[in-house]
């Protein structure tokens, strides 16, 4: 078995804009475990536990969607959070396209035998932080305020990957299982 995801890489450009939002989050004293840059990603779909025997048929479908997807930018715009601002638990930043959110729905309707979807996981984001918490809540809020529409940078979405994500105690290590870049 292996713990695997589908995921679009972020560019050094945004981890680098990014860098000062996640100093500003450490320095609001809220109780938070931050995403190391190395580690951002927007996930397109988070498959679980996998039989290592159905790989092959997972990066058949990766293949095929890569295939007819064509390149495209996405603004990486605003933070965010889930739920709403009063419960945080997880700080995000979003997109300004709606083709990440199409290839999304693509990556997840063609991997839906190996795990079915949320619904409401609909949203193109990368996660930054996950509250631990209540601590300096009002901080953070207001941090959230401050940036909601703040704009880090545009970037070439041209390929997805299959990650493998082995739980330490260190916190997640991520492996490039394969990379599917786009035809078009």
């Given at each position: 078995?292996?713990?695997?995801?589908?995921?679009?890489?972020?560019?050094?450009?945004?981890?680098?804009?990014?860098?000062?939002?996640?100093?500003?989050?450490?320095?609001?004293?809220?109780?938070?475990?931050?995403?190391?840059?190395?580690?951002?990603?927007?996930?397109?779909?988070?498959?679980?536990?996998?039989?290592?025997?159905?790989?092959?048929?997972?990066?058949?479908?990766?293949?095929?969607?890569?295939?007819?997807?064509?390149?495209?930018?996405v603004l990486v715009t605003g933070?965010?959070?889930?739920?709403?601002?009063?419960?945080?638990?997880?700080?995000?930043?979003?997109?300004?396209?709606?083709?990440?959110?199409?290839?999304?729905?693509?990556?997840?309707?063609?991997?839906?035998?190996?795990?079915?979807?949320?619904?409401?996981?609909?949203?193109?984001?990368?996660?930054?932080?996950?509250?631990?918490?209540?601590?300096?809540?009002?901080?953070?809020?207001?941090?959230?305020?401050?940036?909601?529409?703040?704009?880090?940078?545009?970037?070439?979405?041209?390929?997805?990957?299959?990650?493998?994500?082995?739980?330490?105690?260190?916190?997640?290590?991520?492996?490039?299982?394969?990379?599917?870049?786009?035809?078009?």
């Amino acid at each position: 078995m292996k713990r695997l995801f589908v995921a679009v890489p972020v560019s050094e450009e945004v981890k680098e804009r990014i860098k000062p939002v996640l100093s500003e989050l450490s320095k609001t004293g809220a109780d938070l475990k931050l995403v190391p840059l190395s580690h951002l990603h927007f996930t397109l779909k988070f498959l679980g536990d996998v039989d290592e025997k159905i790989i092959p048929e997972i990066e058949k479908k990766l293949v095929e969607i890569a295939a007819r997807t064509k390149t495209f930018e996405v603004l990486v715009t605003g933070i965010g959070v889930f739920p709403p601002l009063e419960r945080i638990n997880v700080l995000w930043i979003g997109v300004e396209n709606p083709n990440l959110v199409s290839l999304m729905k693509a990556v997840g309707k063609e991997l839906d035998f190996v795990r079915k979807d949320d619904p409401s996981e609909d949203v193109a984001h990368l996660t930054i932080a996950r509250v631990k918490t209540g601590r300096n809540k009002k901080e953070l809020q207001e941090l959230v305020k401050k940036n909601e529409k703040k704009e880090f940078s545009t970037m070439k979405v041209d390929k997805i990957i299959l990650f493998e994500s082995e739980l330490t105690r260190e916190g997640p290590v991520h492996k490039v299982v394969k990379e599917f870049e786009f035809n078009l």
